[in-house]
């Protein structure tokens, strides 16, 4: 399968003031597999040493900081000879000896000749309390789940593919058919790279959903393997908590949900601890659409979204078919599901920041507000074909310098200030 990060690996190759880099993401979404092929690419050589239950590497690493010394012993455990520029250092699963990643700040400043990269869980790697982070002497890539046009590459519809990114509207609207047929198999399949690769070379939809099944018990074991045991109940309820917030009209996080007299102060910590391990997005309020956007954010009131629009559905339980071939399904879920896309679609792209927007009276409601080429950016979700967006056109009358956005299955088509875009064109 094709990873569009890929090309970003490449680029911090080229990079003349190039630094040891972190490839941040969380577990599962192929941050190992892209490292190893990229090295396959465009090394040499590959020295890959993973860290996990490797007592070996670990005395490396806890004995000092001597570049040259951990160099030496690397190249005797792997028995592969490390030179500069021809060679690819990848430490896998670092999170497991929070040596490594305190090393790279002495590569940076000692040994910038040498290429090394690490790949490590979130739930380690930002969580760890006892190293010394390498603030700015390291470079970072965040990895998401497989984006719908890397779900397509990997469908072989290289074609489709790039007729999306040229923006190629004449020919994509004759298309528009398929290019939904193929975006609510993606709703279905989701951008875990196990569960696609399953899908491509078997069109398995139980094997798709016993391995989606699988990530997420993965997922709940590390709650209790990393995150603070007076956390891990509420971490838990968090969590489970998602599908019916996002499955309500209101999508905004409410605490009385998890429990009846729930506050924030009881569980702000829980909810950090899942978005810094990136399994979780928090999508604050913003209480004016203006720029910046930051200086308008509404710290207490978000919503939350799931890192994997598969997964979503997979933690309730969705039925192929009514993905696959029920039109009404996402209407059913409040738009829930498209929201969850809209917004993953955007990660993958790294758009940032990201809000939404709701006045007090609910008079006005925009479902995301970006800043995106300078200019302040409103985004309208439908989940199907009803478009009627009230909120957003008095939003554009009253601003006839501002330009929006509005998704939705109907083919793409400009109206004065309103680009209608399809969801597949995201």
């Known amino acids: 399968m094709e990873r569009l990060v890929l090309q970003q690996l490449k680029e911090w190759k080229e990079r003349k003031d190039r630094k040891p880099l972190i490839v941040n993401g969380a577990r599962q979404v192929g941050k190992t597999w892209a490292l190893r092929e990229f090295a396959k ?42 030179t500069p520029g021809d060679t690819l250092i990848i430490l896998d699963e670092v999170q497991e000896i929070p040596e490594a990643i305190e090393a790279l700040k002495y590569f940076c400043e000692n040994a910038p000749e040498y290429h090394i990269a690490v790949a490590g869980s979130l739930l380690g790697i930002s969580l760890h309390h006892d190293v010394s982070y390498p603030v700015g002497k390291v470079n970072e890539i965040d990895m998401y ?33 398929k290019y939904v047929d193929l975006l609510r ?4 399949v989701g951008g875990m790279p196990e569960a696609m690769k399953k899908y491509v070379e078997t069109g398995a939809l139980k094997e798709v959903r016993r391995i989606q099944k699988e990530i997420l018990k993965g997922y709940e074991r590390d709650f209790s393997k990393h995150s603070p045991k007076e956390q891990i109940e509420r971490i838990k309820m968090v969590w489970k908590s998602i599908p019916s917030q996002l499955f309500k009209d209101n999508k905004k996080f409410i605490y009385s949900a998890l429990r009846q007299g729930a506050r924030a102060k009881d569980f702000e910590i829980a909810i950090e601890w899942l978005v810094d391990s990136g399994l979780l997005y928090k999508v604050p309020r913003c209480t004016k659409p203006a720029l910046p956007l930051d200086i308008y954010e509404d710290f207490s009131v978000f919503k939350l979204y799931l890192l994997d629009i598969g997964l979503l559905g997979a933690m309730v339980n969705v039925d192929p078919a009514q993905i696959l071939i029920n039109n009404q399904i996402f209407s059913e879920y ?15 792209r790294n758009i940032s920041p990201i809000y939404y927007h709701k006045t007090d009276d609910s008079r006005l409601e925009l479902d995301f507000v970006i800043q995106y080429k300078g200019k302040l950016l409103p985004i309208e979700v439908k989940a ?6 009230n909120s957003l056109m008095t939003l ?31």
């Open 145 to 177: 789940p497989m984006s719908y046009g890397e779900f397509l590459l990997a469908k072989g519809e290289k074609q489709c593919y790039q007729l999306l990114e040229e923006h190629n509207f004449e020919i994509t609207n004759l298309l528009h058919e």
């Open 41 to 82: 690419r465009e090394y040499a050589k590959e020295a890959y040493i993973i860290c996990r239950k490797n007592e070996l590497v670990e005395q490396v690493f806890k004995q000092d900081f001597n570049v040259d010394r951990i160099l030496l012993s690397l190249s005797a455990i792997i028995h592969v000879d490390i």
């Open 396 to 426: 554009l009358k009253t601003n006839p310098d501002l330009q929006a956005v509005r998704f939705s299955m109907l083919p793409y088509k400009k109206q004065e200030q309103l680009f209608c875009v399809p969801l597949y064109v995201i």
């Open 334 to 348: 409040k738009g829930g599901m498209t929201e969850e896309y809209v917004l993953q679609e955007m990660k993958s």
């Open 185 to 188: 198999q993606y709703y279905y």
């Open 384 to 389: 199907e074909g009803n478009v009627r967006a």
